[in-house]
T-cell receptor, first 114, second 117 residues
Framework: KAGVTQTPRYLIKTRGQQVTLSCSPISGHRSVSWYQQTPGQGLQFLFEYFSETQRNKGNFPGRFSGRQFSNSRSEMNVSTLELGDSALYLC?????????????FGPGTRLTVL | AQTVTQSQPEMSVQEAETVTLSCTYDTSENNYYLFWYKQPPSRQMILVIRQEAYKQQNATENRFSVNFQKAAKSFSLKISDSQLGDTAMYFCAFRSPNTGTASKLTFGTGTRLQVTL
């Protein structure tokens, strides 16, 4: 079974631009979560989607948004990029329904904002 | 809100030796899930081991085992017979069973483990 895939793997943008990151979950997984990883703040939860609905949101400004499609693929969008948005963005999928709801992570998208 | 603390930013261990990584957490919930994730230089997060708070028996996965002390809110990871491939960043994570936050993980700051010859 293929793992979680994220595209693109690397991205360079300039301040003020917007960016869209994509995540394809493991087949059969209906929950997708996004995390931001930075050296200063560590791993922080952005949001979670299940059945095309946002179920939970972390403490991030409204510039960060996401969506989920009927095939469970998810995208996250960051508008009006700031230097501080430079980070590794990780996507994780889970089955939802199992006792652990174990999350499987993708390789991440490294976003650099210049 | 839950918090997870890893007090050891870096650790080093020789190959074939045993090392223990510490993790403490704070929560008012009675049932929850705890995880250790490994993030090697490739940055792919890999689940190492998991523990449900209701289960008193400590989880074990091959060379990896945990010491779960619920009353002390402690969840340490023991790696036996360390191998060079164990070199990575290790994150302790907490998840509430509350359905409203079913998948959200709260991570610690991580411990960088270096396995040396």
């Amino acid at each position: 079974k293929a793992g979680v895939t994220q595209t693109p793997r690397y991205l360079i943008k300039t301040r003020g631009q917007q960016v869209t990151l994509s995540c394809s979950p493991i087949s059969g997984h209906r929950s997708v979560s996004w995390y931001q990883q930075t050296p200063g703040q560590g791993l922080q939860f952005l949001f979670e989607y299940f059945s095309e609905t946002q179920r939970n949101k972390g403490n991030f400004p409204g510039r960060f948004s996401g969506r989920q499609f009927s095939n469970s693929r998810s995208e996250m969008n960051v508008s009006t990029l700031e230097l501080g948005d430079s980070a590794l963005y990780l996507c994780a999928s889970s089955f939802w329904g199992g006792s652990y709801n174990e999350q499987f992570f993708g390789p991440g998208t490294r976003l650099t904002v210049l | 809100a839950q918090t997870v603390t890893q007090s050891q930013p870096e650790m080093s261990v020789q190959e074939a030796e045993t090392v223990t990584l510490s993790c403490t957490y704070d929560t008012s919930e009675n049932n929850y899930y705890l995880f250790w994730y490994k993030q090697p230089p490739s940055r792919q997060m890999i689940l190492v081991i998991r523990q449900e708070a209701y289960k008193q028996q400590n989880a074990t996965e091959n060379r990896f085992s945990v010491n779960f002390q619920k009353a002390a809110k402690s969840f340490s990871l023991k790696i036996s017979d360390s191998q060079l491939g164990d070199t990575a960043m290790y994150f302790c994570a907490f998840r509430s069973p509350n359905t409203g936050t079913a998948s959200k993980l709260t991570f610690g700051t991580g411990t960088r483990l270096q396995v040396t010859l």
